[in-house]
Each structure stands twice: as structure tokens, then as C-alpha cells.
């Protein structure tokens, strides 16, 4: 047992720290202006994005996430996660580094399981952050998070499947650079549970395929992003645009899940991180009953707390990433499933505390802390609600016993 | 000691819940559609509201808050709870009833300090519904937790006072019908700590009122009311515009905040109540693993605790506002803490679990479960953060054994 | 509605004060000492209860429990409350003022449902203090939270009933006063699950009754009252010692537990306020860093959230109390169960906080501190464990919105 | 980065694990009835104790915490996490390896602080596990969370030092084994702060050690060892006693505390552990409203949660045992902080949990889960509050931002 990084990742991470504080942090405001200038937050994409990613692409900070060396870094899981935590703590660090839900999860699925057609079609421009891509998997009408309720259809039709379902929170589906979903419905209604569901590439710009509204949370836009309410309405695609084959939808959201959720547990901790070092920082600025907030008992106590939360989820995250890495991400469900749920709430209680010793700065849009919370909100139900990933671990624990 | 309200209050309570089911709720989402075709969220009010408070109006469902019988329905804030409750299970409750702060207390403020110029010019056209008002207390660049803090400037020079400062988080201030500011600063530096504000009107119109942005919460604007930052710069207003005196703004501040904070927490449990409606209903209607999430015990967990938080949150409530009728304001000082404290953190509670009961539905506008959570948030700030309610309560406690 | 007690409440809980102070305050080192001295800890009582028994018999402080007036002082549930809730401030008061579980329990049984003998053989001497009482219901071998799971058997043999089975927490059966239980038991396994069991009068010097073992409560032995596990072995007793006929048992539970769960909140309130009163002592007392502990924030959030906490938890207690007296125990279940909920996780929070402000000394018998956490730790399973009740609560609530 | 314990620290965790299975567990009962059957309960040690040492000393699993190579098993603090969890999940588990505390942190200062004749009189016996030591610092008199308040007195009066002072929550020496302390006091009053204090050896048959009385932990009187209160009035002992050189407590203190700390977190986590398996066992053999508890919703979220809660202590642990091992008991400071608060308050949710599921057995001694919380507990106070090491974590990280 070793608790340090290596030099191969320290040196990375240094990059990728210098990176943030020159070019991300000061940007950030950029591109809150540049969105807002926009006749529609949804038209276009801020310039300084696009400027962004190249800088990150030119120093080789780019694809980090994709365990793959031919198409990323080649970084395992373990190797990534302190670099992921860096980009997590903005909220437009990941894509400046082309490591940005859902096209990550999206790659990794065509980097594993695509035709080549398709990694040549899909994959390549992805991987070069010249297009976006969205997930379809999630519907307003049914719990999502028992995935054999989703309904929607996939049927094969000659050399074509007709795509017929209405999908939410596909989020990404408002950029205008979005050109394809991974959509996820069922192939055969009558086979076993985990048989009937399957995945096919759509594009969006597709006969069929209506985005209806985008879906706020909390107030938030998340523009030119989005989280899109989508109808596919006897929507054909080429019967080659199937992943993996008919059925297989089950597995490749297995394969898919894993590595996404522990990138969001990564990017949550550097969300906390930042969010602990405004606290820090301004308690020490702020005076009040005749001494700093730093002074009072209780400021000291959330910053006590908030350290040992942050500390906690990383070595929980971290060992995750190595079993992912030593005995792949099957064998390592019960970690996944632990940090899964563990992280979004350890960066809710950190971000909490932090706002509320920033006061009214603190639920503004000041401080980047009540979006991050937003944001953090939305990860104990994205990727299947904590209770969904607890009944799973209480089942591997109950196991043991039997 | 008797746990049931009159039948003065039931049946007024009757025709409020009665009021909000056939005219508030239809006409949330109209409020919402008519704000988002305004070409500026912030110019101008939408329509339905003006007609709905016409219909309060006209059925005696006004001013309910005030408890002084001249201007108001002379209701005790016992008598007031239940139905300042039924109002706050609706963002747009509140003001249909002319009951939305911070215009009661404002109001609450003219109406006891108020000298008869004051309440002719500014009280009776708010009572009526015509204009609206804000409170600029709270500063950018102090912690305004310790109200000593507050650095503002309001300096006599001949029959007038100049008035120096920025204020923020002067909510209702982006109304266009918002008219008035009661205005707190110092008159003199030099004074004992609490003898050193004062209050005065200032008319948002005067020369040197800016409003410099609106602030977000959470993602929300809060339009057309809004969260105002204002620089006043050399604010000019006649002598007669000074609240009480000089030296008397925390005596008012005082008075004003006892009732304001009772307010607030009936609404919040008015919030709360709707969510547990909200989430009793949603988890009945949809069914994940082979049964209705209803029937899942962690589920039925967390309605109970809801349903006992809520109980013992009302209780306290109740509990303070007949204190404050009975002892007064200032003897009821350790339960109106308690409650401050109590009601934001049950609402948020209860209204958190709604959210994760409804899936990605909680986080959208879809329900206003995430609108209220927001708004609940900044409760656990505004009119004081818990933190400064806690050591109050726990000086009270202490004080007993000396 | 209104929040005061009456004068006759007010003057009675006078009294009590009085005499704790007095009489139980200073005699709880005495009770102990003697206890100590004896050669064994369930031999005999210490002679100091028998001499505070008498003086609260003749001060008139005596059966205040019973509401019915033939029998005991007549007290609604809610003016009885703040009387039980001082009592309860001492391990030892309830016994003093004949007002100690499980004794007011079977009283209160044998008052409503027991015949003229039954009242004149078993309650007389139990109003009386003379002898005490114990309940025989939970088992070993089944999960008792499901009370349709309880096995022992009570067979009707002409004149007779056999009666066998193994029982624990058979409180109170190590007191050498201790004569009879009352026993639960089936009656009839082929009935409807809720008629199967009956209830009987057991003397506990009846042939075949065997006390096999006394169970401790964290270490504490509770003598000479003691936790008994009983075996019941083909035990002969007179028909007429059934309470109210065959097949009643389910329904004297229900009449029994309400009274006896909000007896037990009422309790375990008045050990939260001691609890809270050596807190709040004990910090002014003693020094650290450079100040008392009282000084310290996080001290202060102690004291100001148990403060609060007591507050919620004593106005539900009341409430509840008033429905049972005004609308009868069945229609106030959902409020017995939200208090019995409620009051033990309220009294282990603040008797755990005033633990950690007292160091070592919290966990010893300095002070009652350490005892009180440990009774109350019992009363989140001793008539139903927690989930049992919020299922029912839930339940309740649910049922609203179908 | 690397997550898997050593070849050699599985080969020895394997080891101790079937010895605790063969050996210890089965032997729990008979210690206690040995025990129980004495005529004192502090009279002496139950003989099945001294085999089992035996045992494990013939065995080799002997010493196994002293890093020290030349007295001890020489492992680091890392190899040593994983089989003091093991020792910890039996009460009696860890003397029966000679790897109980006090006397390892006694073992520890005597190791590295020590004389050589201090050594010889007092480390060998202790390491050949023939005697026992206690440790007395804490003062009943004074807020011992601070331990500059400590007022006992070291005086020298020629070749002697005179000591003088009350001293309690001396574990251990109840133990007629228990033949020296090591005490804390003040040589010099007037000294800087940190310089005031120094150790010194006290032979427990030293004219004038009086023990007074043991201190009962929640009911338990953890008898042979046990927790004194020892006056000590002008004891004189030989100046060679003093360990370090005068004025070198804290710097004593310090180091003994570390290593203390973490093994007392290591073995709370077999404590937690062994819960768990508990819990699990209970739940799958117990049935309730027509199914296992096992099936309970809110079961899983107790199983799912403790599970969470142990790996993430663990983890914690293990890189503060890392940290002490690589950079140094001074540099690892804030993790040992850490840790010390996190540990205990785990094994107190995850036992309370179990207790919970177990119902009245839970809370009884038919199971060591109350035992084993009623020392979890004490760990919340011992080697300092958690308050304490929450400030020093708040210190430290405040600094990164000054």
C-alpha cells in the first residue's frame, strides 16, 4: 500500500494546475459575459471556449480521461483522477480539455465497442472536440432509475431501425456543435430483462428528431450546454449505426456508467476543494462580533469537516480508480457504487458551508459555489439516485453473509 | 393550553385555501409564460398578478398580516399563521394577498413608526397594493451578520439628509412598480454602538439611486422582483423622510424583524407542506423494481420524517407567534431565534427529499419544488444567518444559570 | 389555540419542583449507596424509596398519572405532562410519586379493562405502592417489532388457562415487590391475526414461573427493578385472571402503549432539560484555552440546538397529549407515533452533547448523564422501534393523497 | 498509488484472524464468567486471559505494534493497521496480543524515551506482558481537553522527586498486574507554557498512591483493568525516574499520543466491522410484517451506509498510518487529527445501527455491540475531544491561505 502520486502524475498535475490558474480561472467571467451577449445563451458557443481548447490541445493536456492510448492519453483511471479533480474545479474546466460529460462516457463507448465506421464518423471529431455528442437515456414518463422501465422503441426496418420514444436530461443537446446521441430503447420487448435494451448512434440533425425544451436546474441554463427534452418520432437511422448489436445496451451502459460516474465523483472533489478555499479565504477577510469569521468556533468546525469529507471521498474515489484499473470495473461495482454515492453529497455539504459563510455572495453568481451546488445537486440522481447505488451495495454486503 | 385554531381562523383559513386552489395555482405557470414573453424579465409585471390581487381584494383577503386594525385585519400573528401558511405554498402566493415581503414589513414599519405624512405618502398607496417597496439594509462589503457593521452614511445638512452608500440584496427593488427604500446607515459614527443608525425614505426615483444589477439566486432572477445591488451616491432627501429619529434604526430594525422572520417561517412550512403533497403524490404514480416507489421503506422513511418536521416546525411557530402576541416582540425573543433557525433547514429538508423522490422532474421548473428549495436556502441567511440566531438562543440559556 | 398551562397545572408542577428539589435531588447518591451496600443488587430495596414514597403519598403527589378519578388524580394526559416531565429529570422520581413504567401501564389496564377482582387483588395494591408490576410480552426468538410474531401460548384447561413461553424485558420482575405480570400470549393461532392473542394476570410466584436471567442496559444492571427473562412453564392460573375476554389482547395493547409511549416522552423530555442544565453548568464552570468552555462557538451550538430541540420536542408531546384527551388515543396515533419518534433521538442528542462537555465525567456516574443516555437509548426500541412507528406514520400519510 | 496490503501483511493478517477465530471469540463468554465468578471483580485476572497470551506469544503475534525491531515485531504503522482492526473486534482481543492500551503507548514512550535502566525495570516486564502500566494525566479538577491546565506537581527535594496530585481515568490500574504509572505533572509552574510539564515513573506500591475509587463507563466497570482515580500525596520516587529530562511532557506526550491515537482508530473499525457482520447475520435470520428484515429498505440503507461509512474511515487510517510512517508522527499531524475524529464517531453509527437491528439484544450483553459502543464512546473524550482535533485541523488549514 502507497499513498503517493507518481512523478509521471505529479508532473501532469502541475501542468494541468498551471494551466487552470493562467488561462481557465480568469476566463471564467469571460465566458459569462460572452454567453450573455448572445442574442440566444443557446446560438453559439463563446469564442473563448474554442481559443481555450486549443491552448489545452497545444500543451497536450487533452483526452487525458481516455484509458486508450490510441486515441487519448493512455492515463489509467488512477493516473486521472487528481487531474480530473483540477478541471472539476471549474465549471468550464472539462471541456477546455476535451474531458467533458457526457462526451467522455460517449468516446469511451465508441473507443470500445464502436465499428470502425463509427469511430471514424463519430469518434474522430469527438476526440479532436470538433463536435459534441448527448445521451439519451432517461424519460419523463417512468423511474429512470430502474433502467428496464425505459420504453422507448428501436425497431429494425430493412436496412434502417425506426426510433420512436421521448428522452430527457440529454444533456449537451443544446450546443450547437451537438450532432449525435447515443440513444438507448428497447430492440425486443419480449427478451429477457437485460437483453430487450439496446444502443444506436442518431444524429440530431435526423428526420424526426424535435428538441421540445430545455430543461433548467435550479435557475440554471447551463447554456449553450443544456439538458434537452427530445422527441424521436419515427426517427431512421442506417441499420449500421447500432452499437454493438441488438440487446447489448444493457452492457455497454454497464461499461459506460463506470468510468462516468467515477469522472463525476473526481471533477465533485475539486468542486469541494475550491469551494473550501473560498471559505478559508474569506472568513479571513470578513470580521464580525469583533473578530474575523476565521475566529469563530463554528467557521473552524465546518472547515474541520469539510476537510475530512474531502479527504475521505478522495481515498475512496482513488481506490475505486485502482480497482477499476486492477480488476476492472465489474469487479469494482461496489466501489463505484459507494463513491457514487458518497461524493455528490460530500461536495453538497462542503459547498453548503461555504455559501453560507459567503452569505448573500454566496447564493449569487459572485462566487462559482451556488452553480457548483446546482451542479452538485443534480449528481445524487444522474447516473441512478443514491438509493439506487445503497440497495446495490447493501446486496454485495448481504451477499457475504449468506 | 389548547391545539386548535378558532373558528375564525378556520373559516378564514377556508376561503384562503380555497382562493389558492381555484385562482393561485392555474395561474402559476400563466404568471411564468406572461414573464418569459416580456422582452426584459425585470420591465414590467405580468398582468394575471394585477388581476389576482384584485380578486383577493375584493373577497376581504387582504393585508391579513397586519395586526393593527386600522390599516389591517387586525389578525394576532397566531391568528395569522395558519393562513400566511396557505399563502407560502406558492412563490406567487404571497403578493396576490399583498402579504410578500419585504413590503409587510415595511409596511409593519410605517404603520407603528410611521409619522402621518410618511404613512399617507408611502403606507396607504403600499396597503392599496399600488406600489411596492424595498429594504436596503444589507451591504457588499461588510459581514452585515453583525448589523453594527453596516457602514452606510446619512448625514443632515440643513432640512435635508445625503445619503452615501451601496446596499445589496434590496429585494423587490427590480419591480418597476417598487417605489420606496427604507434606508439604514449611520447618522452618527460616534454614538453608542446601537444609538449610531437611523432609518430613512428614500424614493428610488431620487437623484443618485443607481441600481447597478440584479442578483441571481441559484440560477433564479427572481424577476420582476428581484435582488437589487444600488449604489445611493449623494442621495438627497427632505428631513421629514427620517423614520422615528436619528439613533432609533436598531430599535426599529428590531421591531421590524420579529414579525418579518415569523412570516417567513409560515411560509416556508406552507412550502413544505406542498413538497410532502408533491412527493406523496409522485411516489405513488411511478413504480420502479416491480413495485410503487410508495411501497420502498426508505421512501416511507423519509415522508415520516417530513411529516414530523413539519409538526414540530408549525408547533414552534405557533408557539412564537403567541408569544409575540402575548409578551411582545422582545420577550419572544428566544423562540423567534429558535424558529429562524428551525423553519429554513425543515423546509429545505423535506423539500430535498421531494426533489430526489421526483427524479430529474425536482431539479426542473417542471414542479416548484427547486424554486422553493432556493428560496428556502436564502433563508438561512436573510434577516440573519442561523449562526447568529444559535448564539442568541444559546445567551438566552446561558443567562439562566449565572 | 393557546401555549400556557393552566393555574391548576402551574400550582401542581410547583409542588413537584419542589419536592425533587427537596427529596429526590438529594436522596439519588443515597438510594445508590444503599443499593450498593446490599449484598446482592436485587436482594431487597433500598430503604430511602419506601420513606420518599410516603412523603409524596402525603403531600398528595401521588398516582398524578391516572386520568381515571376513582382511581388516581383525575389529570387530563395534558396536564399531566409538565408534572411526569419533572418526575422524569430523575432516574428514580417516577417511582417516588408511584408513577414509574411499567407499573402505570397495567394500572391503567386493570383500571379500564380489569374486572372488580381483578381491580381489587392486583390494582388496589399497586395505587397503593405496596407492590409492583411487570409486563410479559417480548420474546427472544422473534422479532418483536411485529407483535403478530409473538409464540407463547395461554391454552384454556377448564377453570384454567396453561400458560407457556419465554419472555424478556420483563422490566421490573427483579424487584422483590414485584407479584404479578401481565402476560401476553395466543389464545387461539387460528384466529385473525389481530384477535389471536389475549392477555392474563400471572402471579409471579405461580409454579412454573422461573426467572432465568436479569438483562443489563449498557452495563447497567437497573436493580433492583431489573429486565427479566422469564420462562413461562406450564403455568396454571385461574380463568377469571383473563383481562377482558379471549382474544382482546391486540386491542388492551393499543389502549395500554399510548399512554405509556407519551409517559415515557414526557420522561425523557425532563432528562433532556437536566441534561441540558449540567451542560450549560458544568461549561461556566470550566476553562480551556484561555476561556470557559461556554465561550467556545461550538459550545454554544450545542446548547442552542438542544434548546431547540426541546422546544419542538415538548410541543409535540402536548399536542399529542391534547388529541389523546380530546379526540381519544386511536384518532391521535399518527401524533403518539410521531412523538414517540421524536423524544428519544431528542434526549440522546442532548444527553450526548452535555456528555462531551463534561469529558470523563460524562461517561461515569458523576453525574446522571451517562444513565439517562442509556435508558433513553432503550426507548428507540422499547414499544416499538423507530421504523415501526414512522412506517405507520407514512402510512397515515399516504393515504391522504390516495 | 497502490491500494493492496504487502505478502507479509496478509500472511500475518491470516494469521491472526484464525487465531481470533479459534481462540478469542469462542473465550469472550468464559473470560466474562471467570470474572463474574470471582469474589471481586478487580481481585484478579481471569485465568483463560494468561493462556491465551501464551498462546499468541508461542505463536509469534506477539508485540506486533512496536515498530521498534529490537523490542517489537518491527512492522510499520501501515502493516500493523490491518491486524490491530483484526485484534480490536474482541474487547479482550488486544491484550491477548500485548497490544492493549495504555501499555502500548506506554511501551512506545518507554521504548524511545526511556533509560536503559528504565528500560530494564519497566519495558521488559511490560513487553514480556507479566506486568501492566497506566497512564495518569487526566485531572478531575480541571478541563483536560486543554493539557497545559493540568496542575499536578513534580517536585525535586534532592535525589527524590515529591509528587503530589489527583489523577483519574487512569485505565488499567485496576489490574493487580498494573505495577507502574507513567505521570504528568508541573516541575516547573513558572516554566513556558509547553516546558511546564514532565513525565516520571510512579511505581503503583509507592507510599502514598492511593486509588480511590474506579470510574464506571456507561455502566460498565471493564473489570480487571478498569479506570482509577488515584490520589497521589508526597510520593516520593527516585530522581532516575524522570523520563526525558524535566520539562519534556509535552514533547512525550506528542509522541505517545500518535501512534495511541491511530491504534485506538484501527481497532474501532474491526469493532465497526464486526457490527456489520452482525447486522448482516440478524437480519437474514429475523423476520417482521412477512419477510426478513433483510428485505427492509431502510435495513439496506443501514448496511449500505455502514459499509460507506467503515471503508472511508479505513482508508483514512491507513494513510495517516502511511504519513506517520513516511514524513513523521509531527508532518502527519493533521491526518492523525483526522482520523481520531472520524474513527469513533463511525464505529458509534455503525454499532448503533446493529444494536438497532437487534432490538433488545442489542442493547443487552448477549452480543458485545453495546460493550463495544460504551467504548467507542469513551473515545470521543480520550487522547482529546473530538472538538479539539477539529480546531487543530481548522488551524492547519487556515494556514494554507494566510
Known amino acids: 500500500m502507497h499513498f503517493d502520486y507518481s512523478n509521471k502524475v505529479n508532473e501532469l498535475l502541475e501542468r494541468v494546475r498551471s494551466f487552470m490558474n493562467e488561462h481557465v480561472y480568469p476566463n471564467e467571467a469571460v465566458y459569462e459575459e460572452q454567453l450573455s451577449a448572445q442574442s440566444s445563451r443557446f446560438d453559439s458557443v463563446p469564442s473563448v471556449m474554442e481559443e481555450l ?21 493512455g492515463l489509467t483511471n488512477l493516473e486521472y483522477a487528481p487531474l480530473c479533480e483540477e478541471m472539476g474545479r471549474s465549471l468550464i474546466g472539462p ?22 465506421e463509427q469511430q471514424a464518423r463519430w469518434l474522430r471529431p469527438l476526440l479532436d472536440g470538433e463536435i459534441r ?3 439519451s437515456m432517461t424519460e419523463p414518463d417512468v423511474a429512470s432509475s430502474d433502467a428496464t422501465n425505459i420504453e422507448a422503441r428501436i425497431e429494425r426496418d430493412g436496412d434502417e431501425y425506426v ?12 450546443d450547437p456543435r451537438c450532432k449525435v446521441a447515443i440513444f438507448m430503447g428497447k430492440t425486443d420487448p ?22 421540445k425544451r430545455m430543461l433548467p436546474v435550479f435557475g440554471y441554463d447551463h447554456a449553450p450546454h443544456g439538458h434537452a427534452e427530445i422527441d424521436f418520432d419515427n426517427v431512421r437511422v442506417p441499420a449500421q449505426n447500432m452499437i454493438l448489436g441488438e440487446g447489448r445496451g ?9 468510468p462516468g460516474r467515477i469522472h463525476h465523483c473526481m471533477r465533485l472533489i475539486g468542486a469541494a476543494e475550491r469551494a473550501l478555499d ?14 474575523p469569521l476565521a475566529d469563530q468556533g463554528v467557521v473552524r468546525e465546518w472547515i474541520a469537516t469539510s476537510r475530512i469529507e474531502i479527504e475521505q471521498a478522495r481515498l475512496l474515489t482513488l481506490k475505486a480508480a485502482y480497482m477499476m484499473d486492477t480488476v476492472g470495473n465489474k469487479e469494482a461495482k461496489a466501489e463505484i457504487a459507494m463513491i457514487k454515492v458518497v461524493a455528490p453529497q460530500m461536495a453538497l455539504n462542503v459547498i453548503d458551508r461555504a455559501i ?35 440497495r446495490q451495495i447493501a446486496k454485495l454486503e448481504l451477499a457475504k453473509h449468506q
Chains 1, 2, 3, 4 share one sequence.
Open 250 to 258: 444493457f452492457e455497454i451502459a454497464q461499461g459506460r456508467l463506470g
Open 95 to 116: 471541456e477546455v480539455f476535451n474531458c467533458n460529460a457526457p462526451d467522455t462516457g460517449n468516446m469511451e463507448v465508441l473507443a470500445r465497442y464502436g465499428s470502425e
Open 278 to 291: 473560498d471559505l478559508c479565504k474569506r472568513v479571513q477577510e470578513r470580521v464580525a462580533f469583533h473578530k
Open 163 to 174: 426510433i420512436n420514444g421521448r428522452k430527457w436530461w440529454s444533456s449537451g443537446a443544446g
Open 53 to 73: 481548447k486549443q491552448k489545452a490541445k497545444d500543451q497536450g493536456l487533452w483526452n487525458l480521461f481516455l484509458p486508450d492510448s490510441t486515441y487519448g492519453a
Open 356 to 390: 453560507q459563510a459567503h452569505g448573500g455572495a454566496g447564493v449569487s453568481d459572485d462566487f462559482t459555489l451556488a452553480a457548483q451546488w446546482a451542479n452538485s445537486r443534480t449528481l445524487r440522481l444522474a447516473d441512478g439516485p443514491d438509493e439506487v447505488h445503497r
Open 133 to 135: 455528442s448527448c445521451f
Open 190 to 211: 419480449e427478451a429477457p430483462r437485460h437483453k430487450q435494451q439496446s444502443m444506436i448512434l442518431v444524429p440530431l440533425d435526423a428526420q424526426g428528431v424535435k428538441i
